[in-house]
């Protein structure tokens, strides 16, 4: 059965991926984009069925667009793609001397405060469809029980903390959504901007945006609406909260 698709974080390597194997397999009846900038990519800008935003990802802005939503299908799938590891002044930090409040701050905005006011404002208009399937990128490292190694420390705690959030909307989201599943995403090394200065010295496996987005769209298509939030990883394996 066809659904919406909506894509927030549209312009990062992983979406524009997922974006593009959603035309391909025309599962969809309509696919929203929300970007900070305009399109990236001409096959998406030029497509009939692809409408767009553009968000700067204040709460004014996420409420705004989101006021804006209508869906024409009662079921949707929602992919909240935003996030950041590192930017031009700092970088995850390798023991606790490097922790610097600015970049502590930027990481939970991005990671954390931004994903979780989109599904606050998103509610409202999902609570009236039948169905929703809401996958979040997060991370592995997010995991509290699996944190072994240390470091990276306002990396681990804001993907720790949008996993908190994740499962507490996911509460509120299965009382007033008929049908509702929320995923907490674990990708894996991918050859991405973001994961670019660590490929080199990485002992993963690095998947290509294309794979990711492939599993991506298999693990939300399969997931059951149980009403109850999953952390999972590229291959849909349970990670520890």
Not at 61 to 80: M, V
Not at 210 to 229: M, P, T
Request: glycine share 4%.
């Amino acid at each position: 059965m066809p659904y919406s698709a909506l894509i927030i974080g549209a312009n990062s390597t992983i979406a524009v991926a997922i974006a593009d194997q959603l035309m391909s397999a025309k599962v969809y009846d309509e696919l929203i984009l929300v970007t900070r900038a305009p399109i990236a990519s001409t096959n998406l800008r030029v497509h009939s069925n692809v409408s767009s935003f553009e968000c700067d990802y204040s709460e004014a802005s996420i409420e705004r667009i989101a006021s804006k939503l209508t869906f024409k299908n009662p079921s949707i799938r929602l992919f909240i793609c935003n996030g950041t590891l590192h930017g031009d002044q700092y970088f995850p930090e390798k023991k606790a001397e490097e922790l610097i409040e600015e970049a502590m701050m930027s990481l939970f905005k991005a990671n954390t405060v931004v994903p979780s006011l989109w599904l606050k404002h998103l509610l409202p208009v999902i609570s009236k469809l039948t169905e929703a399937k809401i996958m979040l990128f997060s991370a592995r490292v997010g995991s509290i029980k699996d944190n072994e190694l240390g470091g990276w420390y306002s990396y681990r705690a804001s993907k720790a903390a949008l996993n908190m959030m994740i499962k507490t909307f996911s509460v509120e989201y299965n009382r007033r959504v008929t049908q509702s599943k929320l995923i907490s995403f674990h990708p894996g090394m991918t050859d991405t901007p973001l994961s670019k200065p660590f490929q080199s010295r990485a002992s993963y496996t690095l998947f290509t945006p294309e794979f990711v987005a492939k599993r991506a769209l298999n693990i939300i298509e399969s997931a059951h609406c149980d009403g109850k939030a999953s952390y999972v990883d590229w291959d849909n394996k349970s990670i520890d909260w």
